[in-house]
């Protein structure tokens, strides 16, 4: 399976940064098993979002990470928005309670997720600690929900026929 990671960021864009968000989420992604293909944008909305619907018709699930806060040119909860098909808010509101319970600047984040098509997106916040965490809430439930988004048999297919 592929995991498109979007870092949004306009001093890593530039070069006046690291993307260490970025990185931890592919060191993360490949420790189980997934291939990873990373993009860089800055904080502008059309990009993002241009970006997001790029990768999401050749992968299986899209991360973000960063833009997610109350700053101006925090937009990619807006940009992600404008493409999704579906939303999917119990994940971003686990990664948020998670956060909230480590720090009360959880409080602030505007992350969202849904479906763009078959491919799952999630935003996560733009910090290294963050992305480790919300990760870490999502992972459980990944493999099911792309699973589910592939259309294949699942476990609970049973419940429903």
């Known amino acids: 399976m592929r995991v498109g990671v979007i870092t949004v960021s306009d ?8 993307d260490g968000s ?3 989420l592919e060191e993360l992604l490949r420790e189980d098993g997934y291939e990873v293909v990373r993009r860089l944008v800055p904080d502008e909305r059309d990009q993002i979002a241009a970006v997001i619907t790029a990768l999401a018709a050749e992968t299986d699930c899209v991360l973000t990470t960063g833009g997610t806060g109350l700053a101006a040119r925090d937009v990619t909860p807006e940009a992600t928005a404008s493409v999704l098909t579906r939303v999917a808010p119990g994940i971003a509101e686990a990664i948020r309670a998670d956060s909230i319970a480590k720090t009360p600047h959880g409080l602030l984040s505007r992350g969202v997720a849904g479906v763009v098509g078959t491919t799952l997106v999630v935003n996560l916040a733009g910090s290294p600690g963050a992305c480790r965490d919300g990760y870490a809430v999502l992972k ?3 493999p099911h929900a792309l699973r589910l988004l592939a259309d294949q048999k699942t476990a609970t297919d049973h419940v429903n026929t």
């Open 22 to 24: 970025g990185a931890v």
């Open 11 to 18: 001093r890593v864009s530039q070069g006046v940064a690291e």
């Open 140 to 142: 459980p439930a990944l």
